[in-house]
């Protein structure tokens, strides 16, 4: 082979080197553009592929896909502690502001002037107004007063088949099978499904789909989706607020209790941006490993 076939096939091996790098590089910049939109849009649930990448890459990007996973575990985590400690400060206040307003209805309605009278009505209205939000009030603070959870082997299965038992008047698409094992506490693990199944049922839900799979770093993912009424778009940010509700009889506890049963155990709790096929509303709970 002459001296200029081999210049021109080095020429084309440099040419085709020059190709690949830039090509390679090109496809870095973009899931480095795609992970920042992914963050700035709050969604931290990204994984982006290794494939095509050198070991050293590939070991950044798995890097870099479960940072997503543990910023997110900790942003979770502050809200729930950061509710947490206004709730807290919100009761107490509104328990020593409505406290003598009850005292002091309750002794006017037993006041000669004010028994028999055209006032009589609207203090008894006063009064048992706050008589129940003292009650709501003080019920709420004993309820988010949890014990501390007990975490063990469990059999994702059985709860979910003891919950299905409780409310056979939906139809259940539950497709686990086998065997899943988690660490949790089983009882506070119930009482999660329990609210959300309720919360479902309350938003006219006919059908309630259950599935798992495996996560990143040994967790445990279980979707429930129901069929009720949608949450509304202006509303999806809101709904693990305490006291948030869409509902006009619910009282906005059930799914903020529920993140923070999940969440002091290390899970997380979500909704789905887009819900199962055949559902309108996706929960996504993520079980520690």
């Not at 005292?103 to 006032?119: E, N, T």
């Not at 309820?143 to 994702?156: A, G, I, N």
Request: charged content about 20%; some cysteine; hydrophobic content about 40%.
């Amino acid at each position: 082979m002459s001296d200029i076939a081999w210049i021109l096939i080095c020429l084309a091996m440099v040419v085709l080197a020059i190709v690949w790098f830039w090509r390679h590089q090109r496809m870095l910049a973009e899931r480095a553009h795609l992970m920042q939109e992914a963050i700035r849009n709050r969604d931290l649930t990204f994984r982006l592929p290794t494939r095509h990448m050198f070991s050293g890459e590939r070991a950044l990007q798995e890097s870099l896909n479960q940072l997503g996973e543990h910023v997110r575990e900790q942003v979770n985590l502050g809200e729930v502690e950061s509710w947490e400690k206004l709730t807290r400060v919100l009761t107490h206040e509104i328990m020593n502001a409505t406290a003598p307003i009850a005292s002091i209805s309750q002794s006017m309605m037993h006041h000669p002037a004010v028994k028999g009278s055209d006032l009589e009505e609207g203090i008894n209205a006063i009064h048992n107004t706050v008589v129940h939000l003292n009650s709501f009030v003080d019920g709420y603070r004993k309820y988010s007063e949890l014990q501390k959870p007990v975490p063990r082997l469990v059999d994702l299965v059985d709860v979910v088949k003891e919950v299905e038992q409780l409310y056979q008047e939906v139809e259940w698409k539950n497709g686990l099978t086998g065997s899943i094992t988690i660490k949790t506490d089983p009882n506070l693990l119930r009482q999660i499904l329990i609210n959300l199944i309720k919360n479902a049922i309350e938003a006219g839900a006919k059908s309630i789909g259950i599935k798992s799979e495996n996560g990143q770093e040994g967790r445990v993912k279980l979707y429930v989706s129901n069929d009720g009424e949608p949450i509304p778009a202006d509303a999806r940010s809101s709904i693990f607020i305490p006291f948030f509700t869409t509902k006009r009889k619910g009282n906005g506890i059930g799914l903020s209790l529920s993140r923070r049963l999940l969440t002091i155990q290390g899970g997380m709790m979500s909704l789905l941006d887009n819900p199962h096929s055949g559902f309108h509303t996706t929960f996504l709970l993520e079980f520690p490993e």
